[in-house]
């Protein structure tokens, strides 16, 4: 158990010596290499054995080390095996890890400058400069260093793999000591194979990422809450924040909330305790320097420069000048609703992508339409986006969280984080959209937690429990088959056009250009050709 904690934790603390040193890097004007990856790998190996040598022998540490290169391996053979078939992955995602990788210094130069000076580009290759220069890069530039190691850009992905492995094993070491390893095993799985882990895994969406790190996030403040000595909950929480923080801006705001809410209760119970000075001083001492590196150093590249050159930490979003990406995306209908009748319509509707003039249809909680099926599997579902069984969920949860008040109600944080998430959902007018909302899923995961803990009818929590893995395994299933299938295809053409010239259309999925020359495969761009598919439905191409 203690392999597997420490395992954990070294994950976090590489991903995040990756992120800050090759920001590091930036700043001398070297971009990435393939030596970033093992340099990193290395840097976090002394700095762990530094901290941990005290509790354990070499030997030990060693074997941690065996393990995790193991692990990162498997990961890596995996990714590079399963194709991304997302279009936002496919498009400005891979764009970015594959600029990064090239030799993109995101300090110093706009993506699209680079992009117009380097040699032999379409300059339609910058159509997604605007998300690459101002989005946060943290997942970019940690699958930059994986992709210049690998020389695949498919092994990136396997920042996804490892990441369930972190939340997963720090969870499950923690709740085994206070729950039977049963109970915490299938708490843990839950967390971590959640809809939207589920239907991201094999692509390069980042919101799998935020709703990991965001549970991880909230989880330590909640260790914290519990015990305000404990070393490792702080650490944890420290590396876990410089690397949300850098991943997503909804996953900064969500982390910066729910850590205002937990250190407004450390305060005022340091109050009660006649200890708010010295504690103050203490948060002070520790969130300053953690805000500095997150913002000023890991951060520069996209809220410093977006500061200095738009006067929006957040540009282009949440800016009057800036992008709308959400209203051509919601239905018709939506328009004139407020957030929480959004919410509502999209928890309790039948799944579907629906497009602006389409309208929602209502459905019995714990039915499923046949219609539902195949837009389960999307990496991106929009109506009933929490899994086709969400919505009884969430009445079993609502149910569940009242009847059994009084034997939870002295673990308090149980609440009180619940209270945190209602307030985002109400003051957030984009809530009903699933994987913008990650703290949502706090409902069934909690009430997952006091029916372990506490219910006494084993009927109704294997129930639950039945429905809540069944809602994640659908869209993980159908992702899963779909994905294996066509990556085999995908491998089997890129073999049979391995270092050929070939004419493509690529409407607009310029990341698969990477993918091209990551096989050898020369290309032309051309509009308009005759030809056949390749990689999924994105390409269309013809032999020279």
């Not at 065996?66 to 496919?90: E, K, P, T």
């Not at 937990?262 to 203490?282: G, N, W």
């Not at 209502?362 to 009933?384: G, H, Y």
Request: proline share 2%; charged share 15%; net charge positive.
């Amino acid at each position: 158990m203690k392999l597997l904690k420490e395992s954990g934790y070294f994950f976090l603390l590489w991903f995040v010596v990756m992120l800050l040193g090759s920001t590091f890097f930036f700043f001398l004007s070297v971009s990435i290499t393939p030596y970033h990856f093992i340099l990193s790998f290395i840097v976090a190996g002394i700095i762990d054995y530094f901290f941990t040598r005290k509790e354990s022998h070499w030997h030990f540490f060693l074997k941690k080390m065996v393990l995790c290169i193991l692990l990162v391996s498997v990961s890596i053979l995996i990714s590079c095996l399963l194709f991304d078939r997302s279009s936002d992955g496919n498009t400005y995602h891979k764009d970015a890890i594959g600029v990064l990788k090239e030799g993109w210094n995101p300090v110093y130069e706009s993506s699209k400058d680079w992009i117009e000076k380097r040699e032999g580009d379409d300059k339609s290759l910058t159509d997604y400069s605007i998300w690459i220069d101002h989005y946060a890069k943290a997942n970019w530039i940690i699958a930059s260093n994986f992709y210049a190691f690998t020389g695949n850009i498919e092994s990136g992905k396997a920042m996804n793999f490892l990441s369930i492995y972190i939340v997963f094993s720090i969870l499950f070491s923690f709740l085994q000591t206070k729950i039977s390893w049963k109970k915490a095993f299938l708490l843990s799985l839950a967390v971590v194979f959640n809809p939207i882990t589920a239907a991201q895994l094999f692509t390069y969406y980042n919101d799998q990422l935020v709703c990991l790190y965001l549970f991880l996030a909230v989880f330590f403040l909640i260790r914290i809450d519990d015990n305000r000595k404990d070393q490792l909950s702080w650490y944890g929480y420290l590396l876990t924040f410089i690397l949300l923080a850098n991943i997503k801006f909804n996953g900064l705001g969500y982390l910066l909330v729910f850590s205002f809410f937990f250190v407004c209760r450390y305060l005022y119970q340091a109050y009660r305790k006649k200890e708010f000075f010295p504690t103050f001083r203490k948060l002070c001492l520790f969130f300053i320097p953690l805000f500095i590196v997150s913002f000023l150093l890991a951060g520069y590249t996209t809220y410093v420069k977006n500061t200095l050159d738009h006067q929006n930490p957040f540009f282009p979003l949440y800016d009057e000048n800036g992008e709308d990406i959400i209203t051509q995306q919601q239905p018709k209908g939506f328009l004139k609703m407020n957030s929480f009748e959004k919410l509502w319509i999209a928890t309790f509707s039948k799944a579907n992508n629906l497009l602006e003039n389409q309208e929602t249809t209502l459905k019995i909680p714990f039915t499923v339409s046949k219609s539902e099926i195949i837009p389960a599997m999307s990496n991106d579902l929009r109506i009933s986006g929490w899994g086709l069984f969400f919505s009884g969920i969430l009445l079993l949860s609502i149910f569940t969280l009242i009847r059994y008040y009084r034997s939870y109600q002295k673990e308090s944080w149980i609440l009180y984080t619940l209270f945190i998430t209602i307030f985002l959902l109400i003051i957030m007018s984009e809530s009903w959209w699933a994987r913008y909302t990650p703290h949502f899923y706090f409902f069934p995961l909690f009430t997952l937690y006091i029916l372990l803990c506490y219910g006494k009818k084993k009927w109704f929590s294997t129930i639950f429990i039945v429905y809540l893995f069944l809602n994640s395994l659908i869209p993980l299933l159908g992702n899963s088959y779909y994905t294996l299938t066509q990556s085999i295809k995908i491998l089997k053409d890129f073999h049979a056009l391995s270092h050929q010239e070939i004419i493509i259309e690529e409407k607009g999925m310029h990341g698969i250009l990477y993918n091209l020359k990551d096989y050898q495969i020369s290309y032309e761009l051309q509009e308009n050709i005759e030809g056949k598919e390749l990689y999924y439905h994105y390409l269309e191409y013809k032999e020279k």
